[in-house]
């Protein structure tokens, strides 16, 4: 059974910095390795946001909003995908998922609160 969990969420000021986590298990190392990561985010009572991909081979993909503030990375090793969240503003404030793109795998998801 594929399991992603994120972790890393955390109440941050205008401005700080996070590093968010996402541990997959229940996959082989060459799905993992073979296949895209992205994450994705949710606000109270606003639409799921594609935020970043990265595909198998490292290329990467951010969204308008978060394009030059924040960083995709993964570790096929360790079966592990990052989001490194920088100059963060209250409107990144939402739970934040790691997906696999084209696969219905979920985490929990981390809240990212930001707030003065």
């Known amino acids: 059974q594929v399991q992603l969990v994120e972790s890393g969420g955390d109440l941050v000021q205008p401005g700080g910095s996070l590093r968010l986590s996402c541990a997959v298990s229940?996959?082989?190392?060459?799905?993992?390795?073979?296949?895209?990561l992205a994450w994705h985010r949710q606000a109270p009572g606003k639409q799921r946001e594609l935020v970043a991909t990265?595909?198998?081979?490292?290329?990467?993909y951010y969204s308008d909003s978060v394009k030059g503030r924040f960083i995709i990375s993964r570790d096929n090793l360790k079966k592990m995908v990052y989001l490194q969240l920088s100059s963060l503003k209250p409107e990144d404030t939402a739970s934040y998922y790691c997906?696999?793109?084209?696969?219905?795998?979920w985490g929990q998801g981390t809240q990212v609160t930001v707030s003065s």
């Open positions: 990265i595909t198998s081979g490292g290329s990467t």
């Open positions: 229940g996959t082989s190392f060459n799905f993992f390795s073979g296949n895209g």
């Open positions: 997906t696999f793109p084209g696969y219905n795998y």
